[in-house]
């Protein structure tokens, strides 16, 4: 297959699951076997293992919406810069829901053999989207928690 439906088909698979939220079709566009090389903790392998993590990641930002800014094929690999955003609505990586709105960017690589996804490998900024739904100050962003004590605070008499 050349380089462009390499792309064509990472651009169906995006909008299919990222957008639509059809995570049942996913097998159209991704092989059993695939190979996740970011998986969350205790994740199962194969596609079944990526379905219940993207499974995841849509029942906590249910609105999620994808847009894919760059893609670059060589070969049968497919790099893409994407945005996600959403509103967090349910819990996600045993975080309780926010509803904060959240905007996040990451690259992956993919490696397609004949018409199908057999590999990813995916960077995103997960400090980022923690901060944005307020699980971690940003810097400068004090809260109760992170203040550094005062003498007064620790109970000092100054004697």
Do not use: C
């Amino acid at each position: 297959m050349s380089p462009d439906e390499h792309k064509a088909i990472i651009r169906e698979h995006v909008e299919v699951l990222f957008n639509q939220h059809r995570v049942d079709l996913t097998d159209q566009t991704v092989a059993a076997d695939y190979l996740d090389h970011a998986p969350l903790p205790g994740q199962m392998p194969g596609l079944e293992g990526a379905q219940r993590k993207w499974a995841a990641y849509l029942n906590a930002v249910p609105d999620m919406h994808a847009t894919i800014e760059d893609m670059v094929a060589e070969g049968d690999e497919v790099a893409v810069r994407w945005t996600v955003q959403g509103i967090h609505r349910g819990e996600l990586l045993g975080i309780p829901a926010t509803g904060r709105r959240a905007v996040f960017r990451g690259i992956s690589i993919y490696r397609l053999a004949e018409t199908k996804i057999v590999e990813q490998w995916e960077q995103w900024d997960r400090l980022d989207l923690l901060q944005q739904l307020g699980v971690i100050p940003k810097p400068g962003q004090a809260t109760a928690s992170t203040r550094p004590a005062t003498p007064d605070a620790v109970g000092a008499s100054g004697a």
